[in-house]
């Protein structure tokens, strides 16, 4: 069911990710790591895929998992390319990059602790059966 709020927060993990593509086109992101991009996308595939097996929630729960661990490793290269990157008036926007695959980290956290919540009350319900 598409109306539930694990596919909210999923599909704000899957615009993060779109947001750290757009902005990664903006500031030549990708030109030094175009591991960049292939990451975003296949958060992207990830994400939708997570929210259409809305059946399967164990499934759902890896899928986030992976997520989870693309975007933290995301986010060390991201450092990395904020830390040898130097400043001045051509990044003004320098910093706001990792920002995204942090947020979505967090919103598949939540998403994962609401999927776990129903998985209980599921199981509570065949119990009463």
């Known amino acids: 069911m598409l109306q539930r709020i ?9 615009l993060a990710a779109v947001f750290l593509f757009i902005t990664g086109q903006d500031v030549d992101l ?13 958060l992207v595939l990830i994400g939708v895929l997570s ?6 929630r164990k499934r759902q729960i890896l899928l986030n998992t992976i997520s989870m661990i693309i975007n933290a490793l995301l986010i060390g290269v991201l450092l990395y390319w904020l830390l040898n990157l130097s400043g001045g008036i051509q990044f003004p926007e320098k910093g706001i990059e990792p920002f995204f695959p942090l947020m979505a980290i967090i919103c598949l956290l939540i998403a994962n602790r609401y999927i776990k919540k129903d998985e209980r009350l599921v199981k509570s319900v065949d119990r009463l059966r």
């Open 30 to 42: 990708t030109g030094s790591f175009p591991a960049i991009d292939a990451a975003c996308v296949v």
């Open 6 to 14: 694990q596919t909210i927060w999923t599909f704000l993990a899957v």
């Open 51 to 56: 929210i259409f097996s809305f059946n399967n």
